[in-house]
């Protein structure tokens, strides 16, 4: 029934198995992959023809975990999985981009890549997976695909890398970078580092590339047992050379023009003004579609020729100068900590926040659940660019973008136990020419500054790009959106002053090689530290103490057997307290208590009523209480907090023994008592009749004379 077709391969120490012919036979691709126990379904769908008119490549990628994949069943209300979570979207940005590039020209297709996790061993993570299973289902679909790509994820531990690290290894590893390419070159990095030096960096990727040829090899040998026939591609127009030499001949100069100003905006003009030029050159429907895309050829070549010939860039600069900076901080005056940053024409206001533990994320994740003290949000409303578009939850762009550079400051925040308080951090950008995730980095590290979170060092990122052709190459710092989109590379690079802790490359050009990755490192450094040097200017260090609108923290510890009582039944006894004092107070199961106020007085006032009630009562120590049982033979005093003790009537009053209870206190009176000891039950023994209770001054205890009166002993 079925025609299976296996390859195996032992891959850093597991077993790789990439297998086709039993599930999902009616897409044009399919593979199970499996490492160790993980196996993600990988299937690869094209369209048979392009839509009319289609202008670009319709390529989306979803990748998906079901939960019964780990064993569990999804929380909330439906119990079935609903929108992807930002693991599942950041993972399909990964697969998306190295494959995006080789993809044949001209190919408009529409194109669906699935990768659905089905089984999670909680060691080895499905990314890397679900990407070699998507590169094989391309590769067997018969979809004009010039592939196939490997990746491999790299760790570094006590100095050596590690090629594909197990979670339970991801604690320990100082790098955790993820390299796709072809067995030509690099396609795709992503990373978060403890300030590695470049050469580790780049030591990294090289390491990666070479670990993951075997792969490209097995799913060749796979794609030559049971790849389909390969499609054919449609013939480019019969009048495509025409257009082509008109379309150079009439619009050239005006393209030359448009790229020789300077600013976003005028540039833009001129350009709209080009493509109204080229409607009219070409009315007829079919020409003009041709048209338009030989237009953007045609920019290409212009922009390329310029920087690689005369080394002149669209905005005048040569290839190592960053665009000027002006940063700020403290520009929201209740706000915990902010900072404007701007270079260029690109602008990002950044906004901290800081929170207690109730302002965690919780994560329901297939490895289980966890919570993250520390979240960047990244928005990129349309005004940034000039432009009116729909406002909404944030696309994948801004969850990527946001991730980068939440990977680029995570390295430098202080340990949790030292700086117990949840982070946030918001991104607005508010202007984008180019480079605003990494104007988000600068803007995210100065405005926690500005908090008071003591980082371990400022921390800046940029963005470098590549034009490479046939006659050399040109490796570009601080790229303008232009140039990102007219070039080869988007290579954004973060760090300090001591190393580099992100990492992200997109190439959209085959590979590239590893002296083109060297010479780009040494000018992001280059660039980082003269970014950081700007940014020094505006501040160099964390405030010292949090921002006066933050909440105070503090953190003491209490007997794990007393959590309970602190707690009360229900809660009570801690909703009580909260409400009462206006703090926000987080209890561990450890016996660790955070109490949280903007008000000190508030929080000092929180700390001793905690105190007061998991405090041992001693004998002679006078507290203060409240009456809050009247009996026959005495009263029960609460004090320290929920301590209660019996006052018994012979020692309620220093006068003669009271006839009832009543005629000396009543529920509710606030009384001051003496811990006399206790009896054989535990229970407290208190007295009143030895403390003033005026001044709190103790009396003492009583005895009578010969004659029976009452005297001070």
Not at 70 to 79: D, L, N, Q, S
Not at 233 to 255: S, W
Not at 298 to 324: C, F, H, Q, S, Y
Not at 674 to 701: C, N
Request: glycine share 10%.
């Amino acid at each position: 029934m079925f025609d299976i077709y296996r390859k195996e391969l032992m891959w850093g120490g597991r077993k790789l198995v990439l297998e086709t012919g039993k599930i999902a036979r009616q897409a044009d691709g399919a593979v199970l992959a499996s490492y160790g126990e993980t196996s993600v379904l990988c299937t690869a769908v094209a369209m048979k023809q392009a839509k009319p008119g289609q202008d670009f490549f319709p390529l989306t990628v979803n990748y998906q975990e079901k939960s019964f994949a780990a064993g569990k069943i999804p929380g909330g209300f439906f119990k079935r999985e609903g929108r992807p979570s930002e693991k599942e979207v950041l993972t399909s940005r990964l697969i998306d981009r190295p494959i995006r590039p080789l993809f044949a020209p001209g190919f408009l297709n529409e194109t669906q890549v699935v990768c659905t996790v089905l089984s999670h061993d909680l060691e080895n993570d499905p990314d890397i997976v679900a990407m070699i299973g998507a590169s094989a289902a391309l590769t067997l679909s018969g979809i004009p695909f010039m592939g196939p790509i490997g990746g491999a994820r790299v760790g570094f531990i006590d100095g050596q890398y590690v090629l594909n690290p197990r979670l339970s290894q991801m604690s320990k590893t100082a790098l955790d970078l993820v390299v796709a390419g072809t067995s030509e070159g690099v396609l795709m990095v992503e990373s978060e580092a403890k300030e590695l030096s470049e050469s580790t960096m780049l030591g990294a990727v090289m390491f990666g590339h070479e670990a993951f040829q075997p792969v490209i090899q097995a799913i060749i040998e796979l794609a030559e047992a049971a790849a389909k026939d390969p499609w054919e591609m449609p013939a480019p127009p019969a009048d495509y050379d025409a257009i082509k030499a008109r379309l150079k001949d009439e619009l050239a100069n005006d393209i030359a023009a448009a790229y020789a100003e300077v600013s976003k905006q005028a540039r833009s003009d001129k350009l709209e003004a080009a493509k109204a030029r080229m409607a009219e050159l070409f009315p007829e429907e079919e020409k003009r579609a041709v048209a338009a895309k030989l237009f953007k050829d045609l920019e290409k070549d212009i922009v390329r020729g310029a920087i690689v010939k005369e080394g002149r860039r669209i905005d005048g600069r040569d290839t190592r100068t960053v665009r000027p900076i002006l940063a700020e901080v403290g520009v929201l005056a209740r706000a915990h900590g902010s900072a404007l940053f701007t270079r260029g024409e690109t602008q990002a206001l950044v906004v901290a926040t800081l929170g207690t533990g109730e302002d965690e994320q919780i994560i329901d994740a297939l490895e289980g659940e966890y919570r993250s003290h520390f979240m960047l949000h990244y928005n990129f409303p349309p005004y940034s660019t000039g432009e009116a578009g729909r406002m909404g939850s944030p696309g994948r762009r801004e969850i990527g973008h946001g991730k980068l550079a939440w990977r680029a400051v995570h390295p430098l925040l202080p340990p949790k136990e030292s700086f117990p308080y949840t982070i946030r951090v918001v991104s607005e950008i508010t202007e984008s020419n180019g480079s605003s995730s990494m104007a988000t980095v600068c803007g995210a590290s100065l405005a926690l500054m500005d908090a008071g979170v003591p980082l371990k060092r400022p921390v800046a990122g940029i963005a470098m790009g590549l034009i490479k052709e046939e006659s050399g190459f040109a490796v570009l710092s601080d790229i303008l959106g232009d140039e990102d989109h007219l070039g080869d590379m988007d290579f954004k690079v973060a760090g300090t002053a001591e190393g580099v802790t992100a990492l992200q490359m997109d190439i959209k050009i085959t590979s590239i090689t590893e002296e083109i990755m060297r010479i780009a490192l040494e000018q992001a450094r280059e660039g980082r530290m003269h970014i950081l040097g700007e940014m020094a200017k505006a501040l160099s260090t964390s405030r010292e103490g949090v921002s006066a609108n933050a909440p105070r923290i503090t953190t003491f510890t209490i007997p794990k057997d007393k959590i309970r009582e602190v707690i009360g039944t229900g809660g009570k006894v801690i909703r009580e307290i909260t409400e009462q004092t206006g703090t926000k107070i987080d209890i561990e199961d450890d016996g660790t208590i955070k109490v949280a106020a903007v008000d000190s007085a508030a929080a000092q006032r929180a700390i001793d009523w905690i105190k007061g009630i998991v405090a041992e009562p001693e004998v002679g120590v006078i507290y203060n209480g409240k009456v809050v049982k009247v009996v026959d033979f005495g009263a029960f005093v609460n004090f320290l907090g929920s301590r209660d003790g019996l006052v018994h009537i012979s020692e309620l009053s220093r006068e003669s023994r009271p006839a009832k209870v009543a005629d000396v206190v009543k529920v509710g009176d606030l009384v001051k008592v003496k811990v006399l000891g206790f009896d054989d039950r535990g229970k407290v023994k208190l007295s009143m009749k030895q403390v003033d209770q005026i001044t709190g001054e103790d009396l003492g205890p009583v005895k009578r004379d010969r004659e029976g009166a009452q005297a001070a002993q």
